[in-house]
């Protein structure tokens, strides 16, 4: 088992940055693919990113592809997801998740075990 916790989270003007956290602990970190999500009032979860466990592959939700960046630390056990260029379509609270052995490929909110509690993200326009 691994347990989550995000950080990072804020509010922000439009165009601005931030860099979101999160942090395990329990089982190994490095046999788990980790994902961002995030989840707007009134909207289904969605996927943003997603990192192998080796943090050498990476994928994107079209809608923030070329704007945030998803890396992983796994001597630190960390994981983290670098937002440029917000706008007030990324508001929302963002989780991360991990997914035991998995390869950094999953899209869907039904293929990650463990969630952390949320951070808030708040873009003004």
């Known amino acids: 088992q691994v347990q989550l916790v995000e950080s990072g989270g804020g509010l922000v003007q439009a165009g601005g940055s931030l860099r979101l956290s999160c942090a395990a602990s329990?089982?190994?970190?490095?046999?788990?693919?980790m994902g961002w999500f995030r989840q707007a009032p009134g909207k289904e979860r969605e996927f943003v990113a997603a990192i192998g466990r080796g943090g050498s592959y990476t994928n994107y939700a079209d809608s923030v592809k070329g704007r945030f960046t998803i890396s992983r630390d796994n001597a630190k056990n960390t994981m983290s997801l670098q937002m440029n260029s917000l706008n007030p379509e990324d508001t929302a609270v963002y989780y991360c998740?991990?997914?035991?052995?998995?390869?950094?490929?999953?899209?869907?909110?039904?293929?990650?075990?463990?969630w952390g509690q949320g951070t808030q993200v708040t873009v003004s326009s």
């Open positions: 998740a991990a997914e035991s052995y998995g390869f950094g490929t999953s899209r869907e909110v039904m293929n990650y075990d463990y």
């Open positions: 329990g089982r190994t970190f490095s046999t788990y693919a």
